[in-house]
């Protein structure tokens, strides 16, 4: 019996071990990936910016002509520090809050759904956007980044995994 247990334990160990591994490829496509799709929201918002003040006017944002250019920028912006890894906590906490605002502002139907049609609530436009600036936010950049080498650089162990 201690030997079945004893081999359990190793089978348990290793097979977290991989998949553990996995952990920082992960988070490099979460990373690449939606820091893409914020860089082509943003990039699409800066060059429509009359469009989406029109927008931002619609749904009651105060100061649109000014929010505009600031939410488009941080997109953009944020998208490109996501992608590359650097600052990489930081922005996904301003990119976090920015997905709950666009919630708040112009899904609020799908934020209010959360417990009772949850369909809705990830159905949303900004569901995928916040899922994935909090998971970096929480796990961090993984490895292969440059929060890693800058860490490293500067010689702090784990500057953002």
Do not use: C
């Not at 988070?27 to 893409?36: A, D, M, N, T």
């Not at 100061?63 to 912006?77: K, R, T, Y």
């Amino acid at each position: 019996m201690n030997s079945l247990f004893h081999r359990l334990r190793h089978w348990h160990d290793q097979f977290f071990r991989g998949v553990s591994f996995l952990q920082s490829p992960f988070l490099l496509f979460v990373r690449l990936y939606w820091g893409w799709q914020f860089m082509q929201s943003g990039w699409g918002k800066l060059h429509n910016l009359s469009n989406v003040a029109d927008y931002f006017t619609s749904i009651g944002l105060p100061h649109p002509g000014l929010m505009a250019p600031f939410i488009s920028s941080l997109e953009f912006f944020g998208g490109l520090l996501l992608f590359l890894g650097l600052l990489s906590r930081p922005i996904s906490l301003i990119l976090t809050i920015n997905m709950i605002m666009a919630y708040v502002t112009a899904d609020r139907e799908a934020l209010r759904s959360f417990f009772s049609d949850p369909g809705k609530f990830y159905a949303a436009d900004p569901y995928t956007f916040l899922f994935a600036s909090m998971l970096i936010l929480i796990f961090g950049a993984g490895t292969f980044s440059l929060d890693t080498l800058l860490g490293r650089w500067i010689g702090v162990s784990k500057y953002s995994r």
